[in-house]
């Protein structure tokens, strides 16, 4: 047997009992029998040596002999605490693994915290025939627990070793990314364009939008056209109850999705002087949320954002442009490169009127070379893809609502007020609620769980049923209850959904409290992204052991007033969101491999872009919450 008796870097050896144990240089390796903690859910050690507990352990016939955990089930988990990382870098995961048909597993940092990849097990034929596999990722100096997840059964492991690995300039680096040396990556270029002169120099004013959008519409429905004005008119009618102030496109009767919603008609009076309305939003920024795309099945490429922002009229409203970018080659995570690498190129590019020329043809053409679609496209805004977001100042309470661009039953085209993704109401909480959708929304929760659980900068929230989300978002606190979540459910004098929360987080292992999790579902909503204060989040230990959500500045975290050039974005943008951004762009970039992605994009060369972008179809995909800005 071999025993692990230190969590830390060694110079070229370890130190085991029967010796020195020559490994790789600067490996750390866990011995997986060596576990502090664990759980496993059959009772007994079926393989009755070494420890007399839970985890089923026996003889290993691997080189270096000693023992291995075997008899693993999907859910077991296995933890070491202080685990040391001396120095920031890239860091090569290497597990030690049998398993007769195959099987999957996770390691994380820090009970469910920052996941440091998922590992596909290939079928060996025997629990004691061994393999490696292995994942890269980058880890921060400090000391953490690791732990190794189970996500399927059958399978059986003898140790983790985790080696820093050279840097990228050497040869093995550069010969397996498409980035292997990468310049440093400017935010403010690359991931939230927010300069005035941007919008100086190029022109994307709501006006040009519209236009572009309408024009596609067009091109689509020629039987129905509509106009710039028609089009922003028929978005904001939706406020008005009807018969609303233009012909055609939804008009607001007092409930959507099954949920009851306010008219707005201070809002909806936009629809009465389109023209001089669309002239008075003004861009104020321009996102790239890359960090959204598709990491499952490689449909899309994230969504790409366009903020207005209405001056000049002593009103204050926001509309905001969501588009969702379609993955050039759908199934292949390296399609989003060209994507990425455009993003990226920004920040080496120090004219202010050089970046807005390109960001200009990116939003309004597209990658062409690439067969990536422009974001200003209709398709990018309709069902199952992307959004239309409004943040509504103008009457006294501040409202969200968000729409689709859709060809009626009548065959108008129009933009029609649909539910808030990943907002559910707060009495679906309520284990006592009488309501029809409350148990199935409460079994979903629970099934979806996990990805609330994971480190701070990844967890979502996950409705799996559009039914379950409310048709506006009020975000207000006390005053407006439908995101007070904790309320319904611990006051419910029914505690079994308490009670499933609970038991899914001692099966997890996660050192959350059920608190802490209804908090992390409540940040994932319109709540959590305008207005966390009111509802305690901004509080010590509100979302996690040490973690507080950040806070905005003021329902928004961009201000519409610039400040010596820029429009001023909120400290989590800056201080917590973009930086975690950053590093998933720059992670791609290194990880991807160059090769692949101009071999996949040459076999599109015979399809041009458009014909995609005519007939892209919807995906049925659940879209995770998104995070702010």
């Known amino acids: 047997?071999?025993?692990?008796?230190?969590?830390?870097?060694?110079?070229?050896?370890?130190?085991?009992?029967?010796?020195?144990?020559?490994?790789?240089?600067?490996?750390?390796?866990?011995?997986?029998?060596?576990?502090?903690?664990?759980?496993?859910?059959?009772?007994?050690?079926?393989?009755?040596?070494?420890?007399?507990?839970?985890?089923?352990?026996?003889?290993?016939?691997?080189?270096?002999?000693?023992?291995?955990?075997?008899?693993?089930?999907?859910?077991?988990?296995?933890?070491?605490?202080?685990?040391?990382?001396?120095?920031?870098?890239?860091?090569?995961?290497?597990?030690?693994?049998?398993?007769?048909?195959?099987?999957?597993?996770?390691?994380?940092?820090?009970?469910?915290?920052?996941?440091?990849?998922?590992?596909?097990?290939?079928?060996?034929?025997?629990?004691q025939n061994w393999t490696t596999v292995s994942h890269t990722a980058e880890i921060n100096q400090g000391t953490y627990d690791l732990n190794i997840i189970a996500l399927s059964d059958g399978w059986s492991i003898n140790f983790i070793e985790i080696i820093p690995l050279t840097s990228q300039s050497s040869s093995s680096a550069s010969n397996s990314s498409a980035n292997s040396s990468l310049s440093e990556t400017d935010s403010d270029r690359s991931l939230f364009v927010h300069d005035e002169a941007t919008f100086q120099n190029a022109d994307f004013t709501l006006r040009s939008t519209l236009a572009q959008l309408v024009s596609q519409l067009n091109d689509a429905n020629p039987t129905q056209t509509t106009s710039v004005e028609d089009l922003f008119a028929r978005l904001w009618d939706t406020q008005n109850p009807a018969p609303g102030v233009i012909t055609g496109g939804q008009k607001c009767t007092g409930q959507l999705n099954g949920f009851p919603i306010v008219c707005r008609p201070t809002e909806g009076d936009q629809a009465r002087d389109p023209a001089s309305f669309i002239n008075n939003y003004q861009p104020i920024g321009l996102i790239n949320r890359f960090d959204l795309r598709d990491r499952v099945s490689f449909l899309d490429c994230g969504e790409y954002r366009i903020i207005y922002a209405l001056v000049g009229t002593g009103q204050r409203n926001f509309i905001i442009f969501e588009a969702q970018l379609p993955n050039p080659i759908p199934g292949s995570a390296?399609?989003?490169?060209?994507?990425?690498?455009?993003?990226?190129?920004?920040?080496?590019?120090?004219?202010?009127?050089?970046?807005?020329?390109?960001?200009?043809?990116?939003?309004?053409?597209?990658?062409?070379?690439?067969?990536?679609?422009?974001?200003?496209?209709?398709?990018?805004?309709?069902q199952g893809t992307g959004q239309i977001r409004t943040n509504q100042f103008m009457e006294t309470v501040w409202l969200l609502k968000e729409f689709k661009i859709t060809i009626d039953q009548e065959g108008v085209s129009t933009i029609d007020a649909v539910s808030v993704k990943s907002n559910p109401v707060d009495f679906l909480f309520d284990a006592q609620s009488a309501d029809f959708r409350s148990p199935d929304f409460q079994a979903d929760f629970v099934d979806n769980m996990d990805s609330l659980l994971t480190d701070f900068n990844s967890f979502s929230l996950t409705v799996a049923n559009d039914a379950h989300n409310n048709g506006q978002s009020h975000a207000s606190g006390s005053l407006f209850t439908e995101n007070m979540f904790s309320t319904p459910f611990f006051g419910s004098s029914n505690d079994r959904f308490r009670q499933e929360v609970n038991n899914k987080l001692a099966a997890s292992g996660s050192d959350l409290s059920a608190n802490q999790v209804i908090a992390r579902a409540t940040a994932m909503t319109c709540a959590g992204c305008h207005n966390p204060g009111s509802f305690g989040l901004t509080a010590p230990d509100a979302v996690g052991p040490e973690q507080r959500w950040p806070d905005t500045?003021?329902?928004?975290?961009?201000?519409?007033?610039?400040?010596?050039?820029?429009?001023?974005?909120?400290?989590?943008?800056?201080?917590?969101?973009?930086?975690?951004?950053?590093?998933?762009?720059?992670?791609?970039?290194?990880?991807?491999?160059?090769?692949?992605?101009?071999?996949?994009?040459?076999?599109?060369?015979?399809?041009?872009?458009?014909?995609?972008?005519?007939?892209?179809?919807?995906?049925?995909?659940?879209?995770?919450?998104?995070?702010?800005?």
């Not at 970046?355 to 597209?366: E, K, N, P, S, T």
């Not at 930086?579 to 491999?593: A, I, S, V």
């Not at 071999?599 to 995770?624: D, H, V």
Request: hydrophobic content about 40%.
């Open 553 to 629: 500045l003021g329902f928004t975290h961009i201000n519409e007033f610039a400040l010596d050039g820029v429009f001023p974005l909120s400290p989590a943008l800056t201080n917590v969101f973009l930086p975690t951004r950053k590093d998933d762009l720059r992670q791609y970039l290194l990880n991807t491999p160059a090769s692949n992605q101009s071999a996949t994009m040459q076999s599109l060369s015979g399809q041009p872009a458009a014909a995609r972008m005519l007939n892209r179809t919807t995906p049925k995909k659940i879209k995770p919450s998104k995070r702010s800005g």
């Open 1 to 127: 047997m071999k025993t692990q008796t230190l969590h830390t870097i060694c110079l070229w050896f370890f130190i085991f009992s029967i010796g020195f144990f020559p490994l790789t240089s600067l490996a750390i390796v866990f011995e997986a029998e060596n576990y502090d903690t664990s759980f496993d859910l059959s009772p007994g050690n079926n393989g009755g040596v070494f420890r007399q507990d839970n985890v089923d352990i026996e003889p290993t016939t691997d080189e270096g002999g000693g023992f291995n955990v075997g008899w693993i089930e999907a859910g077991e988990w296995l933890r070491f605490h202080q685990f040391k990382i001396l120095t920031t870098g890239t860091y090569q995961i290497n597990l030690r693994v049998a398993s007769v048909d195959g099987a999957a597993a996770e390691v994380r940092l820090n009970s469910r915290s920052a996941p440091l990849g998922q590992f596909t097990i290939p079928a060996t034929g025997d629990p």
């Open 334 to 382: 390296d399609g989003c490169l060209p994507v990425a690498q455009f993003w990226q190129g920004l920040s080496d590019e120090n004219n202010p009127e050089q970046r807005a020329l390109q960001l200009r043809d990116f939003y309004y053409q597209g990658l062409p070379a690439d067969n990536v679609i422009p974001i200003v496209n209709f398709s990018n805004y309709t």
